[in-house]
């Protein structure tokens, strides 16, 4: 159910268009999107695809995670309520690869919206070159979150009003460090995956982090005061396991956690390690868990040139390590410093697509979120995450009184 009226609206650049009095902008709504979608967010990450697209006036048919399918019906039960007209939003569950693949080979599909991993985000895109359609891409990250010592680690937060880039206390980034790193248990594909620390305050900051570590409560997330659930599933906390031992094997330290929690099942402790190195898979893959990797660096070319590599080859190592091995990924990065000139040098010198300073928590709608290199292609929120459901059109009108 999809029409394709368009909507004559003279867009951008009115000053070009002036001066070409007869020609104008038109744009139309893509069509039919097919919206593919994880487990991490499940209510967020189709909400943030389905807004735009139904603003724009597209019908959507989203393909929800397997392992959080109840999220998403709710979602269709709420726009029932809300009477959306039937066949607008539609939820469609079963065999991943299959319904993929339907989505790819359906002409009547014209854009597809996928969040998740790399290795799907390939295939997808690869796909997606039978009908040339648009495809938005949300992959993994491995965010750097890079600690000046120019940090002024004395100085105590009073209150919210004198946390201004230019005051960052101890407490405050260890705050926004937890808040960056453990949010979602570590399940966040925006979450400081490496923790860059200048080596003059290192060990100051390794444990004053980890002492606010251990106060997260772990447990039930319906119980108050609890900050760290459990993991996904069986396999999330063998991949965990799996980087550490990695870690531990090449001389890293476990200061805190290191194992899974006394609850049982898939809860893991909230973990701080040190001595970690870049050729580790600690710090080359995505965790998705509850571990912070501390990593010592001298200068601010180094941590930039540490933060940048995210290239597997470039370190010598086998592809074959670990099946998702990171290549070339730029999605969120995050900094913290006191200096007002590095504020804005190092972000422009980060190749990420988000960059949080003095900001562990930087997600929002009205602002372009999306990945550079392989974190992705287009931006969710903000007017560029409108474009992503439009086609641009131009339109030449010829002089209807020419003779
Ligand atoms: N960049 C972002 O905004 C963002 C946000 C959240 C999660 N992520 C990433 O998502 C990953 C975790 O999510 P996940 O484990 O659910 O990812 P995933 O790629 O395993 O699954 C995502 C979705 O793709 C579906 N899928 C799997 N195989 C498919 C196929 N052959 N054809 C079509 N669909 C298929 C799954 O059923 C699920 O609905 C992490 O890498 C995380 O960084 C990225
Ligand atoms: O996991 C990715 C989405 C996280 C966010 O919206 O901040």
Redesign the pocket.
């Known amino acids: 159910m999809w029409c394709n009226h368009p909507i004559y609206t003279i867009l951008q650049y009115p000053e070009v268009l002036r001066s070409f009095e007869k020609q104008f902008s038109v744009i139309n709504f893509i069509g039919v999107v097919g919206a593919i979608t994880p487990w991490?967010?499940p209510l967020?990450?189709i909400t943030r695809k389905v807004g735009p697209a139904l603003a724009c006036g597209c019908t959507v048919v989203v393909k929800p995670s397997e392992l959080t399918p109840l999220t998403a019906l709710a979602v269709a039960e709420v726009a029932l309520q809300a009477r959306i007209p039937l066949g607008v939003l539609n939820v469609v569950m079963g065999n991943a690869s299959d319904i993929g693949d339907a989505l790819l080979a359906s002409p009547e599909v014209r854009k597809i919206t996928f969040t998740g991993s790399k290795a799907v985000g390939k295939k997808l895109m690869a796909g997606a070159a039978g009908t040339v359609k648009k495809i938005s891409l949300e992959l993994g990250g491995n965010a750097p979150c890079i600690v000046f010592d120019d940090a002024d680690l004395d100085v105590a937060v009073q209150g919210v009003d004198e946390c201004v880039v230019f005051v960052v206390s101890l407490t405050m980034l260890c705050n926004l460090q937890l808040a960056s790193k453990f949010r979602n248990s570590g399940q966040?594909?925006?979450c400081a995956n490496r923790v860059l620390v200048q080596e003059g305050i290192y060990e100051k900051f390794a444990e004053a982090f980890s002492k606010a570590v251990q106060n997260l409560q772990v447990g039930d997330g319906f119980t108050e005061g609890v900050a760290q659930g459990p993991l996904i599933n069986e396999a999330a906390v063998q991949k965990v396991e799996s980087f550490l031992q990695d870690a531990l094997s090449k001389g890293a330290k476990v200061i805190l956690g290191g194992k899974r929690h006394s609850l049982g099942m898939t809860f893991y402790e909230p973990t701080v390690v040190t001595d970690v190195k870049s050729d580790m898979l600690l710090a080359r893959e995505e965790i998705f868990g509850p571990v912070a990797p501390l990593l010592r660096f001298k200068t601010e070319e180094e941590a930039i040139r540490i933060a940048n590599d995210t290239n597997a080859v470039s370190l010598g190592l086998e592809q074959s390590v670990y099946q998702t091995l990171s290549i070339t990924i730029g999605l969120a990065a995050y900094i913290f410093t006191n200096n007002v000139q590095r504020t804005w040098r190092v972000p422009e010198a980060l190749e990420y697509g988000v960059v949080g300073v003095n900001e562990g928590i930087?997600?929002t709608e009205v602002a372009p979120?999306g990945g550079f290199k392989q974190s992705g292609l287009g931006r969710e929120g903000s007017k560029y995450g409108i474009d992503e459901y439009l086609e641009l059109k131009y339109v030449c009108l010829g002089d209807m009184n020419r003779n």
């Open positions: 991490n967010f967020a990450i966040t594909c925006v930087i997600s979120f």
